[in-house]
Nanobody, 123 residues
């Protein structure tokens, strides 16, 4: 089992910044993908940022230029720096980590989700 612990959400005024963190723990052999998603009330969960094992990042147009995803390989942690926040960024933010777990072959794939952290942006 791979567990994810998120932190960093909160209340901020429009134009402000927040930094989210998501730490993965367990018998992790490798991490191939780390992503941040969000879900606002009455809406579907959507991707806001992703980073591959090789460091390739992906953002939707709605956050491009404002959000930055990064990772610390040694700490198995992914970050989301959110700048110039808007009221429409208000949502519960979830991290998602995918990879392989175990210490010997055959390894087992994992696909874990964090518990979610609330981000509220006031106008």
């Amino acid at each position: 089992q791979v567990q994810l612990v998120e932190s960093g959400g909160g209340l901020v005024q429009a134009g402000g910044s927040l930094r989210l963190s998501c730490a993965a723990s367990g018998r992790i052999f490798t991490i191939n993908y780390m992503g941040w998603y969000r879900q606002a009330p009455g809406k579907q969960r959507e991707l806001v940022a992703a980073i591959s094992r090789g460091g390739t990042t992906n953002y939707p147009d709605s956050v491009k230029g404002r959000f930055t995803i990064s990772r610390d390989h040694a700490k198995n942690t992914v970050y989301l720096q959110m700048n110039s926040l808007k009221p429409e960024d208000t949502a519960v933010y979830y991290c998602n980590v995918q990879g392989s777990t175990g210490s010997t072959y055959p390894l087992a794939p994992f696909d874990s989700w964090g518990q979610g952290t609330q981000v509220t942006v006031s106008s």
